[in-house]
């Protein structure tokens, strides 16, 4: 394998795949499979496209996604609601990655970005503490 990665021009070679640009468009070949490893390393997204999840948690610490070897939970956006006066904090396994949240009875959050609001740690899961009542709500994210 050749470490040259120009095949011509105008085209860009990687792990078989081939993509190339005109003046009206984009046109590409795929010759293999695509693979986390084809990518040049850092700097790229191991997933771009958001998961959504449930988010309900009584007076306990949830593990609201399980934890992914070698990768972080990146939170997009979530929305929640408690049913009493609670404190809400956000966590990678056991480390707060969010100062605690206070709110009173109904009140809650809504954060919404394209970036990442919150990142877990390497390898750790991503949970939520909430310290009285219910909040019930949903959440995305993706893996990195």
Known sequence: MTSQKIKSG???????????ASPVGVSGTLAG???????PA????????????????????????AAVPNRQIEVL???FVSDSPTTVTWKSNTTAIS????FGLNGGATVNDDEASLRTNVGEA???????????????????
């Open 10 to 20: 105008s085209g860009f070679n990687e792990a078989g795949i081939t993509t190339s």
């Open 33 to 39: 499979d695509i693979t986390r490893s084809a990518v």
């Open 42 to 65: 850092d700097g790229y997204r191991y997933s771009t496209n958001p998961t959504f999840g449930v988010l309900s948690a009584g007076a306990a610490t949830v593990e609201l996604v």
């Open 77 to 79: 956006n979530y929305t």
């Open 99 to 102: 100062g605690g949240m206070t």
């Open 126 to 144: 991503l949970k939520i503490t909430n310290s009285a009542g219910n909040i019930n709500g949903h959440f995305a994210y993706r893996v990195v």
